[in-house]
């Protein structure tokens, strides 16, 4: 773990922080296991009203809220942190400080200037670099050899603020966005206890941005995730990669949609054109611009994943057929 000072002091006989966490999916929840343990106190939880979802389209609570249901915390889920209600209710529970983790919607200046420490958002990027809604799925995109995690000091901009402190974390060959979230999930969380530490203490001070290295990761749409064949093979496996397991790669086979888990680039294989598909000793060839890959998993449109090589025996690919097309 790396920063600006110490990020760890000694928490002498100082009061714990009165904390309000904000967040909703699944890799908020490790930081919120590690500030209920941390001995500051979690006075309320933020999250995201509950939605509908899957195919029985049943109402569901967020990850956040589920946890702090079995802790005990109470949970505020407004349509919008706007809502003057919910400025009332963060006014009165005189929370010092208000640690963020993908809570998912923009907090107004009026709730930014609550908390005597403001709000301190954990985000799974090294700042400047990546800015925006999709930190991980980017940085694996973009073929990024490292990445990390930053807490800063929320403002009214994108992920504009000081930084309180980082951690690296090296991006392996063939992670997925999610298997490297899930490590940054977990190992952000102590950097996040470790950043309200170092406030309660007085021992930290956050430090602005540089200027230079920004870069932007908005959010990756289903459209963004049609994999493109034309591209070279290594380009279409770092981007299946970064869009997997969500929203998840896809291509089209016979006017339907193909969805396409990670694959496997192919050295010294056969000759293929973009998107063609060869099936070779029980192995599924697709050619990309440059090289081809192998498919290892696919989901043909309304059935469960399957071994690509199932699916070939089923599909029965003719000579010189195309998937994306």
């Keep these: 773990m790396v ?14 922080l009165r904390l309000l966490f904000a967040g909703t999916p699944a890799p908020a929840v490790p930081s919120l296991d590690a500030l209920i343990a941390s001995g500051h106190e979690v006075v309320a939880v933020l999250t995201r009203p509950d939605a509908r979802s899957g195919r029985g389209r049943k109402v569901s609570r967020s990850p956040v809220a589920e946890r702090a249901d079995e802790a005990g915390i109470p949970v505020l889920q407004p349509r919008s942190p706007r809502e003057p209600e919910f400025l009332e209710q963060l006014a009165d529970l005189a929370v010092d400080c208000a640690p963020v983790v993908a809570y998912g919607a923009l907090v107004p200046r009026a709730a930014l200037d609550l908390p005597r420490h ?18 991980v799925q980017h940085a694996v995109m973009a073929g990024d050899e490292v ?19 980082t951690l690296t974390e090296e991006i392996r060959p063939r992670d997925t966005a999610g298997d490297l979230l899930d490590r940054l999930a977990v190992s952000g969380a102590g950097l996040l206890v470790a950043t309200l530490d170092g406030i309660e203490a007085g021992a930290l001070e956050p430090r602005p941005q540089p ?20 591209l070279p093979a290594y380009v279409v496996d ?6 997997t397991p969500a929203p ?13 888990g990670p694959v496997e ?13 060869l099936v070779d000793a029980g192995s599924v060839l697709v050619g990309a611009g440059n090289g081809a890959v192998r498919l290892t998993q696919v989901q043909p449109a309304g059935k469960k994943m399957l071994p690509a090589a199932d699916w070939a025996r089923g599909a029965r690919p003719a000579a010189g057929e195309k998937v994306g097309e």
């Design 211 to 230: 200027a230079d290295g920004i870069s932007l990761a908005p959010k990756v749409e289903t459209a963004d995730a049609r994999i493109d064949w034309a």
């Design 248 to 260: 998840g790669a896809w291509t089209t086979w016979r006017g339907e949609r193909l969805r396409v």
């Design 238 to 243: 770092r981007r299946i990669r970064g869009v």
């Design 118 to 135: 403001g709000w301190v958002n954990l985000h799974f990027s090294l700042l400047p670099a990546w800015r925006g809604a999709a930190p």
């Design 147 to 165: 990445t990390g995690a930053s807490t800063f000091l929320l403002e009214a901009g994108l992920d504009t603020g000081p930084v309180f402190g």
């Design 3 to 16: 920063g600006h000072g110490c990020l760890a002091p000694a928490r002498g006989g100082e009061p714990p």
């Design 265 to 277: 680039l192919v050295t010294d294989g056969p000759s293929l054109t973009p998107g063609e598909v």
